[in-house]
């Protein structure tokens, strides 16, 4: 049985798209596969397997050796299971700049393109299988690149991502504009997680100038909420770098309706790192980043000091 995941602090790409690609090997290729997450999902991952009648898949810590694995969603070790390089990786499907450090026992099918969303080269590796989906898996994948694309507001957003959603949208039968305010609204309710468990929800690990950061970023329409526990969730950034071996925690809370992004400055660390990255003058404990929505595009290709 082949295990398909995705990445640590899995979102609703890394939750459904697993869930996808395995009902793709299994119904469709013939292929045992069943999907697994590397965390608990987060809000709007939660509403959507709810919304869509799907069980949560189960939670695993590690992979066994030679256990065979299809990684969806990242390509980065840092981000995958501690035995990930002992595991027999047999694909990787992915739209994030390709990391290295990944060791397979053989060659493997590897897949990463430049769209918004896996679940949108999925959709193009299914070719006319992708007719077979059943409403639960549609909706899945729609969610996914409704997700991803910030109902089309990101910037790596790509044409073709719109396209497969509204295609998908129209045959569920489904109001793009109405079903995104429900993924957004699952999105921002934050209210029973933990200072911490906020700062890992959506992060990634990065290096800049010799420095380990973890790169968070909350999505939401409700910044408020957020920026409310502004110095709680400050307070409790240098415990959260100790625990992950990181220097700092850079958060960024993305305000999906105006379209941008306010950055949390605790010290003089962070000060320097956001004048230096998005050429702008910090004059206090935040810092309003217009435009700013992406951290794949926009966020950590920027990050310099």
Request: proline share 6%.
């Amino acid at each position: 049985m082949i295990k398909v995941f995705g990445h640590k602090s899995p979102d609703t790409d890394a939750t459904c798209s697993p869930i996808v690609w395995a009902w793709y090997l299994t119904e469709v290729k013939g292929t045992p596969a069943r999907p697994v997450l590397l965390g608990e999902p987060n809000t709007e991952a939660a509403f959507v397997l709810k919304r869509c009648g799907i069980e949560k898949p189960e939670i695993i810590a590690d992979v066994a050796a030679g256990e065979a694995c299809v990684v969806v969603d990242t390509n980065n070790p840092a981000e995958l299971p501690p035995s990930i390089n002992e595991a027999n990786v047999l694909q990787i499907i992915d739209h994030h700049m390709l990391a290295g450090g990944l060791k397979t026992k053989g060659p493997i099918d590897i897949t990463i393109r430049p769209l918004a969303c896996t679940a949108t080269v999925m959709f193009d590796l299914m070719g006319a299988d992708a007719a077979k989906m059943p409403e639960s898996i549609k909706r899945a994948m729609l969610s996914c690149i409704l997700s991803d694309t910030l109902e089309f507001r990101s910037p790596t957003t790509t044409a073709h991502d719109r396209a497969v959603a509204e295609g998908l949208a129209r045959d569920l039968g489904v109001s793009i504009p109405a079903y995104a305010e429900e993924l957004f609204a699952a999105k921002s309710d934050v209210s029973a997680f933990s200072d911490a468990a906020l700062l890992r929800m959506d992060s990634k690990e990065y290096e800049v100038a010799g420095k380990q950061l973890r790169v968070s970023v909350l999505e939401t329409t409700a910044p408020k909420v957020l920026l409310d526990r502004k110095e709680s969730l400050m307070a409790s950034m240098p415990a959260v770098a100790a625990e992950d071996g990181a220097d700092q925690v850079l958060l960024f809370i993305i305000d999906i309706l105006k379209e941008e992004a306010t950055l949390l400055v605790p010290n003089a660390l962070v000060k320097d790192i956001a004048e230096a990255s998005f050429a702008c003058t910090v004059t206090g404990d935040t810092v309003v980043l217009p435009g700013i929505m992406s951290r794949k595009k926009q966020i950590i290709p920027a990050l310099k000091l």
